[in-house]
């Protein structure tokens, strides 16, 4: 397979990714339906092969399982999801916190201070704010300058959004902490300090992901 090909496939292969979470994260498809890889396909007027790609990448992720006989369906949460999701989540914003604390999060303060206000906007839907909130904390973690670290983070707050979706993690926004204030405190801090305003920020209660 020649490069080009390659990333054709891994194009289409994320287009199939975005549109089958999406299909998932707004209740469209529940925990234990079929998936129909077929549809999809038909769907998006892409062949069978970029589904396949993103169903091995939903699988990773923990959305979509697939079973001998029963073929691949949403997969169901366990108890353990949630704590594991909580852990990674916070190794992940910690770890990041070090590397964007100061001057890298100041500088890209004008676009973070948009995604904050509509975290805090009340005539948005929670799915929205939560969508926004995770928006937020992604800008931030990427600001950090690690690709796999990004990488990961994605993957582990997709799974929030579904454990969302499934009810067992609360859909808050984290109000309880102003996300503005939050970015002027990350704007002036040393990396230590940074690391333990985001922990403070991620185990409050009330946000999408509780201690
Ligand atoms: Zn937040």
Known sequence: MSVTRSRFVVSLGQKAYEAISSAILAGELAPGDPLDRKAFADRLQISLAPVHTAVSQLEADGLLV?????????????????????????????????????????????????????????????????????AFHLALVETAGVAMLTEH????????????????LPMGMGQGDDHTQLLDDLSHATPDEAEARIRTHVMLKGTLHPP
Not at 77 to 83: G, H, Q, S
Not at 105 to 134: F, N, W, Y
């Open 153 to 168: 983070f994605k993957r582990v707050m997709n799974l929030g959004l579904f454990l969302a979706a499934c009810g067992v």
């Open 66 to 134: 697939t079973l001998p006989r029963r073929g691949t369906h949403v997969r169901g949460y366990r108890a353990e999801d949630v704590r594991g999701h909580e852990v990674v989540r916070l190794a992940l914003e910690t770890a990041a916190a070090r590397l964007y604390a100061g001057s890298p999060v100041a500088s890209r303060c004008p676009e973070l201070i948009s995604l904050s206000k509509q975290i805090h906007d009340g005539r948005l839907t929670r799915m929205e704010r939560s969508r926004a909130d995770i």
